[in-house]
């Protein structure tokens, strides 16, 4: 870290970060951050004389990277009833998150240059802190257009769900992956098999178990097909060498299968979102369908400390929320039949926050948290060291938490659209208290203040060579 000494300053910084402790080189500093324009220009000794335009006080707070979340649904365009760019990047700057990357599943889905080209040019005047997209990889021939035009990188679903989306043939993987290889971009992939999903389904039905939320969820917990889908999605990278990142590795066998890839020096990564290490079985039970597909992961003896080791060992190389909103009369028809509605639930706004909780017990590193939640995505992103980090010259992309502060979550004052939360009525160690964009201030006390169009879109950088 570089001091600025006494007099070497400007006379005046455009944002001033004081009294905080900082996260810088691997610990905690106390230090004062001074801003120019969009970046950071000092570190300052606490108490340094200097003035500036704004001062953010961070006195008894942590000074953490902005989160980049690598797995966001904006439901924009088509489901915008559910959230919509200008709600969802509200809740992420009330979350302490800088950075989103938006989902092809919308209607029309992006997987074609004019639908990428609209969505941008959409969400160019609506977003409130930086996003990008990764696009649908399900046409050879628009592969290579959508990343001459910017596209963030890709996504493919081998889970049945839009079949304008869904790509269940290993043949026609192992093309698609060929093509997006050529790009250099990540190509993330909810990995999964839907006959063994339907055939787990089909077999909890004849022993009599409900059609509801619990038995979804059930089933969704098993193994079985998590780890067969990602056993074909390593074996066609490793023939392809395309980037792959799996999304949803929670499932122990794809865990150790991950971890021996990286071990061999292959272009793999992997995330977990919230939903599979937060929730339990009792919330199921006691509050419905509010956490589906979540619940029973943890019920099993090691599946929540494997999860966990990876996020500190660095298997894992991201936490995401799968921000994933739903009107609650939708999400609760699946107490009816779970497999006809939809799941999912919004996490953007009190996902720092139950992560602090966390660390705060002892089952999370802060050191794994900064990484998983930052340095990770924006390595994987192309975008290190502009964002991720709190370093000389990089993006001002940080957030202020009283990492001390014990509240319960309530629904007030939630930017979501849906306008419900999963975590109403936990009481969780940690809130957000300021997010910082570029050196701008964009949410202070819980109030959002950038306007629609503050953010701005992020294109990953290619992997050298392609």
Sequence with gaps: MTWCADGDAPVTYDLLVRGGRAWLDGRLQAVDIAVEGERIVAFLRPGTPARSRETLDAAGRLV??????????TRDPGQ??????????????AGGVTTIVDMPSVDPP????????????HAATRCVVDWGHFVAATDPVEIPRMAAAGATGYKLYQVRGDPRLCVESAA???????????????????????ELFEALSAAAWARGAPRDHVTLCRVAADELPWRVGAAVCLALQERTGVRLHLAHCHAVGVLAMLRAAKAAGRAVSGECDLRFFQFRARDLHERGPLFTPGGFV????????????????????AITTDHAPHLRAEVERQRQDAWSAPWGNPQLEHAVPALLTDVASGRLSLAAFVRATSEGPARLLGLYPEKGVLRL???????VVDAAARWTIGRERLYTKCGWTPYEGRTVTGRVEATV?????????????APPGTGRYIAAVPAPGA
């Design 172 to 194: 026609r993987l192992l093309e698609l992956f060929a093509v997006v290889a050529a790009t250099g971009r990540l190509c993330v992939v909810h990995p999964g098999s839907p």
């Design 298 to 317: 943890l019920e099993e003896p090691g599946r929540g400390e494997a999860i966990w080791a990876a996020f500190e060992d660095g298997t894992l190389d």
């Design 110 to 121: 992006t997987h074609t240059l004019e639908a990428f080209l609209a969505k941008r040019e």
């Design 64 to 73: 953490l990277p902005g989160m980049i979340d690598m797995h966001v649904h």
């Design 437 to 449: 964009l570029r050196g701008r201030v964009i949410m202070r006390g819980g109030e959002v203040t």
């Design 80 to 93: 915008t009833h559910k959230e919509e760019f200008l709600t969802a990047t509200q809740a992420a700057a």
């Design 393 to 399: 010259g990089s993006h001002a992309d940080l957030m």
